[in-house]
């Protein structure tokens, strides 16, 4: 069944109206006529709503609201991933895959290895295609809100901005040691603890960049005796506090 995403004031109290380009994607991609189930969410009140299709105008869709449920697809805590910005087109694949998995939302870091050094021209326009693929992939994966991707921050923006908003800040290092410390900071993330998890580019952090994140208050972690690539480090912590969170 085919999710779409709405502002909340497109919700009425019997009816959904459906507009933009999903219009378009409904009418003339999918196909879709009357009769047919979707469901729909707007992020804002928590609910997921099941509805039928009643009328396909040119701009609107127009959809009869059957049910509606307290949404079960948000994981119980808020994980965002801190990405050091990878080469050619890896962050679109991290972006979706971190949406999949429940990422609340996508920080993109500037660090000192990172080798992609965007102008403000440049960014927009990545960021509104790193956006674009989170609405897909939130839609694929039948998630309630749509993760932000948000500016490009430098490294220290990043870590002043994760130890100021998220409960628990971990850095996965290659040089940290010490599993059995990993997995004991690991099982302290419950439900309702929030996560920020640092990953650098290809070429990892400096020294100097884990020493200050340290020094802010962020934990390095190790993730086993193999090297993980960028687009892989973040995926699998992400993995790992998906499986301990989502208890139902």
Same mark, same amino acid.
């Not at 009418?27 to 009643?54: H, Q, W």
């Not at 693929?133 to 990043?158: L, Y």
């Not at 940290?176 to 990953?199: D, F, H, N, W, Y």
């Given at each position: 069944?085919?999710?779409?995403?709405?502002?909340?004031?497109?919700?009425?109290?019997?009816?959904?109206?459906?507009?933009?380009?999903?219009?378009?994607?409904?009418?003339?991609?999918?196909?879709?006529?009357?009769?047919?189930?979707?469901?729909?969410?707007?992020?804002?009140?928590?609910?997921?709503?099941?509805?039928?299709?009643?009328?396909?105008?040119?701009?609107?869709?127009?959809?009869?609201?059957?049910?509606?449920?307290?949404?079960?697809?948000?994981?119980?805590?808020?994980?965002?991933?801190?990405?050091?910005? /990878?080469?050619?087109?890896?962050? $679109?694949?991290? =972006?979706?895959? @971190?949406? #999949?998995? +429940?990422?609340?939302?996508?920080?993109?870091?500037?660090?000192?290895?990172?080798?992609?050094?965007?102008?403000?021209?440049?960014?927009?326009?990545?960021?509104?295609?790193?956006?674009?693929?989170?609405?897909?992939?939130?839609?694929?994966?039948?998630?309630?809100?749509?993760?932000?991707?948000?500016?490009?921050?430098?490294?220290?923006?990043?870590?002043?901005?994760?130890?100021?908003?998220?409960?628990?800040?971990?850095?996965?290092?290659?040089?940290?040691?010490?599993?059995?410390?990993?997995?004991?900071?690991?099982?302290?993330?419950?439900?309702?603890?929030?996560?920020?998890?640092?990953?650098? /580019?290809?070429?990892?952090?400096? $020294?100097?960049? =884990?020493?200050? @994140?340290? #020094?802010? +208050?962020?934990?390095?972690?190790?993730?086993?005796?193999?090297?993980?690539?960028?687009?892989?480090?973040?995926?699998?912590?992400?993995?790992?506090?998906?499986?301990?969170?989502?208890?139902?």
């Amino acid at each position: 069944m085919y999710h779409f995403f709405v502002a909340p004031e497109q919700i009425g109290e019997k009816e959904i109206w459906i507009e933009g380009s999903d219009v378009n994607h409904i009418r003339n991609v999918l196909r879709m006529t009357p009769g047919e189930k979707i469901t729909v969410s707007s992020g804002a009140d928590g609910k997921e709503y099941f509805c039928e299709i009643r009328r396909l105008q040119e701009d609107q869709v127009i959809a009869e609201i059957l049910e509606q449920k307290e949404a079960s697809s948000e994981l119980p805590s808020k994980l965002a991933l801190f990405q050091g910005l /990878p080469k050619s087109d890896k962050m $679109e694949l991290i =972006i979706q895959k @971190a949406v #999949e998995l +429940g990422a609340y939302e996508v920080v993109p870091m500037a660090t000192h290895r990172a080798v992609v050094k965007l102008d403000q021209k440049k960014e927009e326009s990545k960021r509104k295609r790193w956006n674009a693929i989170a609405e897909s992939a939130a839609k694929q994966s039948k998630r309630t809100v749509i993760p932000e991707v948000t500016k490009v921050f430098s490294f220290r923006e990043a870590v002043i901005y994760a130890v100021e908003t998220y409960d628990v800040c971990l850095i996965p290092y290659e040089c940290a040691e010490g599993m059995e410390q990993t997995r004991a900071i690991l099982a302290k993330v419950q439900p309702g603890t929030s996560v920020a998890i640092l990953i650098g /580019p290809e070429g990892g952090f400096e $020294e100097s960049e =884990i020493a200050y @994140a340290q #020094e802010k +208050g962020v934990h390095p972690i190790t993730l086993g005796h193999r090297i993980l690539r960028t687009e892989t480090a973040g995926l699998a912590v992400l993995s790992a506090l998906m499986l301990q969170l989502d208890l139902d």
